[in-house]
């Protein structure tokens, strides 16, 4: 009798086993999908996409054969499709076990056209099982772009706002060229792609948003698209001169703008007038023995987001200077850092430094920062620091500093900071204690072009309406 026993229940759980192992065959066969659509955002043509996926899941307790799986555009498709392991257009026969699945990655590559302005491009892949098909629906934004790969320009050239730029292996200015930028450009940068400025650049943006000309990293999709570090910055190397930026924002970068010796000439190696540099890793501005005029500046949530060394020649007018501490960037340096002295190898260099901040705003928080403001001296040089009517975050005094009309250790009352959702407004609130607490000025208009107030200018980059 018990051997009995035994031999039904081999026998059943053979047949359950069986079971498992056989393929469900009936139309009421079930599979559910982790995404009915994917949309992938901006794509440059001929540069492709990142790569995406969706999975497909056998519900059913018995194995599921997908008859095919296949791009409806097929070889003339934009996008290509693998699964696990297989690469499309179309995959007959896939089999999953049950209670499984299979991961489907998909990514596109648009071809050049003639059209200028970005547009759209559509597919669908459908899934066909037991008399059954899903779908699950494609979308990408395209975009031609005139592609530049380790470029170097030479004599003076003009970028029109016609295409964005897409950047590739980096750019040269070369010494004795310029580069004109005319304004509403977009120029787009590779994680390898410095902008190296050996000669002249010249942005000519204006103060509206589709007028501004932006330089930022070329992942455009989400998360990567708001990702410091995504792409080097600009650099004006020591034969560079007679730099002027109008409406320039840059952002993204690992440092944003470094200015490196002084000026070639009588001018300045650097002007920045109403721009925005933001979100950049290590430095937003960088000065090395150099000069750099800013006004109406913002400056923001950069590792750094001004550091003056080894002196020079700087004055900064009407800049917002403001880090929050967040999930991109931790805020342990002061939002600004001035000094005449340079250390390499254990060794000061040193030289002059003459600096001017006239109302300005210096602010940081969520970081482990007292003092926002720094200033250090080490050699027997020239020392000129002078901050007029300005707010900012400080326990200690910068040293060796003069300042008159500070509002100190009051917050600025910005419009919106959401450091969770990184949404920043430095617009300044009707209660802010920087209204109207600025020195006289000839700056007529703030970052949005709106007019001042020239007796008693606001603090910072932008003027309360």
Known sequence: MRLLVVLILIVCCSVTACK???????????????????????VFTTAGSVTLY???????????????????????????????????????????????????????????????????????????????????????????????????????????????????????????????IEKGSRIYLHADAPFIVDGTLQVNGEHYDSTRVVFQGDRLDAPYRNYPASWPGIYFRGLSSNNVLHYAVIKNAYQGIVADQPSVNAARKLSLNECIIDNCYDVGIMGIRSSIHAQNCLISNCGKNVLLTYGGQYDFAHCTVATYSSSYISHKDPVLFAADYIKQNNTYFTADLSA?????????????????????????????????????????????????????????AFDSIDVQHHYYDFHL???????????ATTLATDLDGKPRNLLKPDLGCYQKQ
């Open 356 to 412: 001017s901040f006239v109302n300005c705003i210096f602010w940081g928080e969520n970081g482990t920062i007292d003092d926002e403001v720094v200033t250090s001296k080490q050699g027997n040089t020239n020392f000129s620091v002078s901050f007029q009517n300005c707010l900012w975050k400080v326990k200690n005094n910068p040293a060796n500093s003069i300042f008159s009309n500070i509002i100190a250790n009051t917050a600025p």
């Open 54 to 180: 969706f999975i497909v899941y056998n519900t059913n307790n018995r194995r599921l054969r997908l008859s095919n799986v296949s791009l409806a555009g097929g070889n003339t498709s934009y996008f290509k499709i693998n699964i696990d392991g297989t690469p499309g257009p179309s995959v007959q026969d896939v089999e999953i076990n049950a209670n499984d699945s299979v991961y489907v990655f998909l990514s596109v590559k648009i071809d050049p056209t003639s059209a200028n302005l970005p547009f759209i491009v559509q597919d669908s892949i459908s899934i066909d099982y037991n008399g059954n098909r899903r779908w699950v629906k494609l979308s990408a934004w395209g975009q031609n772009a005139n592609f530049i790969r380790s470029g170097v320009i030479k004599g003076n050239q003009t970028w029109t706002n016609q295409k964005p730029y897409v950047i590739i292996g980096g750019l040269q200015v070369d010494t004795n060229a310029s580069l004109t």
């Open 429 to 439: 609130k009707s209660t802010s204690p920087a209204l109207q607490q600025g020195a």
């Open 20 to 42: 498992k192992d056989s393929f469900i065959t009936g139309s009421d066969a079930t599979l559910s999908l982790s995404e009915d659509s994917l949309h992938f955002d901006t």
